[in-house]
């Protein structure tokens, strides 16, 4: 009975650990998965229900990404540059 009841205690307590952290990044993973984010609490809950669905008819909002600027080459000293050339590094 001891062990059943600390048990029960752990899984309550990893139930609230897990639905808080789903609760803190919800708005996080729906921009994750290109779902506009709702306006009010009510759009959210139709939202999160049509996701529980098996086959969800959503729409997604794909922003194009622009790539990141190139890294700027680096400048190796003259002693370097020379070993590359001789092939020793």
Excluded: M
Excluded at 19 to 38: E, G
Excluded at 75 to 83: G, M, Q, T, V, Y
Aim: proline share 8%.
């Amino acid at each position: 009975i001891i062990a059943y009841q600390v048990a029960v205690q752990s899984y309550r307590g990893f139930t609230e650990v897990v639905q808080s952290a789903v609760d803190l990044n919800r708005h996080k993973l729906l921009t994750l998965l290109h779902i506009t984010p709702p306006v009010d609490s009510e759009k959210e809950k139709e939202l999160w229900r049509e996701l529980s669905k098996a086959n969800p008819k959503l729409t997604y909002d794909y922003k194009k990404e622009e790539a990141p600027p190139a890294p700027a080459p680096v400048k190796h000293s003259f002693l370097i540059r020379l070993l590359n050339r001789i092939g020793i590094k």
